[in-house]
């Protein structure tokens, strides 16, 4: 059974950093595309960061360019989510998932992934 679970959210200032984990088990992450979904209330789930399972390489969404870094382990099995100058519009919770797709691409779409993690909170505020 395929287990995505994320950690290291919690409180932290405007402007300090976070840095999420998604550790996975039931399924070897290589040859699987990663992305970062972040759901604030009242607001539509947004695919923020994916990383793909060649290259590898990343997208971001504009909102988060040049702020967070995704990378991943396939290793230990596990992807990150380096999050830096937080603001207080960053606050929701936060999903990894991913879906096989063998490929230099990867896409932002949540429609697109099939396992989830259940998600941890980040609120920045001061």
């Known amino acids: 059974q395929v287990q995505l679970v994320e950690s290291g959210g919690g409180l932290v200032q405007p402007g300090g950093s976070l840095r999420l984990s998604c550790a996975a088990s039931?399924?070897?992450?290589?040859?699987?595309?990663i992305g970062w979904f972040r759901q604030a209330p009242g607001k539509e789930r947004e695919g923020i960061s994916c990383i793909s399972s060649r290259g590898p390489n990343t997208f971001h969404a504009d909102s988060v360019n040049g702020r967070f870094t995704i990378f991943r382990d396939n290793a230990k099995n596990t992807a990150t989510l380096q999050m830096t100058s937080l603001k207080p519009e960053d606050t929701a919770d936060y999903y990894c998932a991913i879906v096989r797709h063998q490929s230099v691409r990867c896409t932002r779409d949540p429609g697109s992934y099939v396992y989830w993690g259940q998600g941890t909170h980040v609120t920045v505020s001061s």
């Open positions: 039931g399924v070897t992450l290589d040859t699987y595309a």
